[in-house]
């Protein structure tokens, strides 16, 4: 298994493009999330997903948007980049509905918004 | 999800015991404690977790008081690799535990 794959590593944005980030997992998992790192800092939930067809909001979800059309893909897109989105993305997944399922992460992308 | 708070910083002598204490309050009898750690930039890696009992693996092993209040990771012999941040969170309860929130970690410091 190739666990959770998360493209690309790094990009670098200018204000106002817009990208998407891809996270996929070959887990089978239906719980799938999306963190974003400053630096020094710990990990805020932006959005997750329970399973495909059902997104919900994290901490942190205003400028950016999810979808969940399958089980393995929770591609993270952002619209209108801000330098306040520079940022390590990183996406992870667990089992359902199994309290003692731990989360997997992937390794990151590194977004610079110039 | 109940909240955890963690000291922000610890150093620890190479080949001796780490031991990072957590305090999880408000947490409820059907959430369980998780521990991650994650090295530089890295994602992060899952270390052990537990709900009651001690638990035991090979990397580390993770102490529960008996009220539930709080917790310590423990690394038995920790090497210059266990530099890293320690993130110790709760999850599981009513929720299913898929709102999964990290705190700000402790900082581990092995130093030679």
């Known amino acids: 298994n190739a666990g959770v794959t998360q493209t690309p590593k790094f990009r670098i944005l200018k204000i106002g493009q817009s990208m998407t980030l891809q996270c996929t997992q070959d887990m089978n998992h239906n719980y799938m999330y999306w963190y974003r790192q400053d630096p020094g800092m710990g990990l805020k939930l932006i959005y997750y997903s329970v399973g495909a067809g059902i997104t919900d909001k994290g901490e942190v979800p205003n400028g950016y948007n999810v979808s969940r059309s399958t089980t393995e893909d929770f591609p993270l897109r952002l619209e209108l980049a801000a330098p306040s989105q520079t940022s390590v993305y990183f996406c992870a997944s667990s089992q359902l509905g199994q309290n003692n399922s731990p989360l997997h992460f992937g390794n990151g992308t590194r977004l610079t918004v110039t | 999800d109940a909240k955890t708070t963690q000291p922000p910083s610890m150093d620890c002598a190479e080949g001796r015991a780490a031991n990072l204490p957590c305090n999880h309050s408000?947490?409820?009898?059907?959430?369980?404690v998780y521990w991650y750690r994650q090295i530089h930039s890295q994602g992060p890696q899952y270390i052990i977790h537990?709900?009651?009992n001690n638990e035991t693996n090979e990397m580390a092993s993770l102490i529960i008081t008996e009220d539930r209040k709080s917790s310590t990771l423990i690394l038995p012999h920790a090497t210059l690799r266990d530099t890293a941040v320690y993130y110790c969170i709760v999850r599981g309860g009513n929720t299913g535990g898929f709102k999964t929130i990290f705190g700000a970690g402790t900082r581990l410091f092995v130093k030679a």
């Open positions: 408000t947490i409820s009898g059907n959430e369980y």
């Open positions: 537990g709900l009651k």
